[in-house]
């Protein structure tokens, strides 16, 4: 009786620390931040950005609610896409400070809405425009005035939608979504693409290859640091570092986590989001689906454990109360 008694207490205090002393320290350390469900309508903007600016900005969403209103045309969109692959193409090369991201599953991976105003004004969209106030400007600025009318805007929209090239792999939309700031160790990805294997020069043992490119990741990522004004973190290992409720509201909305940060609103739909998300996973806790398999297993073999445990202890005691 006096056992059960301790375990008793045991239990109820570990309870109280479980759903009462950690959750409030919690909420106490950290601001909870409710996502949008991947909703861009700049509302959380709005509601967030300086006074003198709400009405820019109440302006621009609701301009995008328009243009998203409009029946887009794929094949006139086609034509207009060409000012587009200008920047964004195979191969492209640092510009302004980063380089161009492949559109190639754009259509898959991001939002409609965010879709249209990003080349509305990428800023504005991203919503990092507290960046560009002065003579900066946006290293895909242009684009508001290559396609500014609001059917060209829909067209292209509806093109990029339509062209959906195949199934998108976790990686194609981590590539096309993240790694030109981010560079993934795990995932063998640097800001410039998958590692080139390279090989040692046989008389001096030195990876000559290998080192030009360091040098080029190097330059990249020194290129980066100056246009957002510090280096992105490696994302190897980031879904163990951090919640994915924090994940989730970081990458739809960063200001909401990190007030002033210079990394864009990537604006993912829900698909992107997943695909995203099974990229990090596959990199950084690949072990996951196996731990998953075995956490029941091990469960039961404490339960089964613990009454052969209690059995024993009874009949060893048997005769010596
Ligand atoms: C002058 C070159 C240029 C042109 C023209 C251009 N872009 Fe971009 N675009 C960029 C650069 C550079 C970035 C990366 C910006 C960054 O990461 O800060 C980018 C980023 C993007 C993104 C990713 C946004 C995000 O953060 O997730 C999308 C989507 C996009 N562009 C679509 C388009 C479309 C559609 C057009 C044509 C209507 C277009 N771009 C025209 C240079 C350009
Ligand atoms: C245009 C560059 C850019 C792109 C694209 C970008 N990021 Fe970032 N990201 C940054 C920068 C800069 C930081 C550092 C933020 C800071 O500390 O202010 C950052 C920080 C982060 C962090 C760290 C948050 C923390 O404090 O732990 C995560 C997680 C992250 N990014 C995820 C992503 C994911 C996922 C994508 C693709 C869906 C993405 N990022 C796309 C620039 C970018």
């Given at each position: ?6 375990f008793?207490?045991?239990v ?8 009462g ?5 919690h909420?106490?350390m ?33 301009d ?18 060409a ?11 640092n510009m ?27 800023a504005m ?12 400007t946006?290293p ?6 290559m396609?500014?009318?609001?059917q ?17 792999t976790?990686k ?7 790694s030109?700031?981010?560079?993934n ?22 990876d000559?290859?290998?080192?030009k ?5 190097a330059?990249?990522e020194?290129?980066?640091a100056n ?10 290992i ?5 919640s994915?409720?924090?994940?989730h ?7 909401s ?9 990537t604006?993912v739909?829900?698909e992107?989001?997943e ?35 209690f059995?024993?202890?009874k009949?060893m ?5």
């Open positions: 009786m006096k056992e059960l008694k301790i008793g207490i045991v109820v205090f570990t309870l109280i620390l479980y759903w002393v950690e959750p409030f320290a909420s106490q950290h601001k909870h931040v409710e996502g949008a469900n991947l909703v861009y309508d700049g509302a959380a903007d709005i509601k967030e950005c300086a006074e003198d600016k709400k009405e820019t900005k109440k302006q621009f969403w609701a995008v609610q328009k243009i998203a209103a409009l029946k887009g045309d794929p094949v006139a969109g086609e034509a207009t896409y000012m587009c692959a200008g920047c964004h193409m195979e191969g492209a090369v302004g400070g980063v380089i161009p991201p492949s559109l190639e599953h754009a259509g898959a991976i991001y939002d409609k809405n965010f879709l249209i105003a990003v080349i509305k004004d990428p969209a991203t919503n990092v425009d507290h960046k560009y106030a002065d003579t900066m946006h895909m600025g242009s684009v508001k005035t396609v500014s009318e609001p060209d805007i829909a067209n292209v929209v509806a093109y990029l939608q339509a062209k959906k090239a195949g199934e998108v976790p194609e939309a981590y590539v096309e979504a993240c030109r700031c981010h560079a160790r795990y995932g063998k990805l640097t800001q410039l693409g998958d590692i080139p294997k390279t090989k040692s020069n046989i008389a001096t043992g030195k000559i290859d290998a080192m490119y360091q040098q080029k990741v330059e990249e020194a290129s980066l246009y957002l004004g510090k280096l992105p973190p490696d994302l190897s980031i879904i163990r570092a951090r994915e409720h924090f994940l509201t970081f990458i739809e909305d960063p200001q986590q990190l007030a002033g940060t210079a990394m864009p609103r604006g739909n829900k992107g989001m695909k995203v998300f099974a990229y990090l996973e596959e990199t950084g806790d690949p072990s996951k689906p196996a731990r998953e398999e075995l956490g029941w297993k091990v469960i039961l073999f404490f339960i089964i454990f613990t009454g052969l445990a059995l024993w202890k009949s005691w048997k005769g010596h109360h």
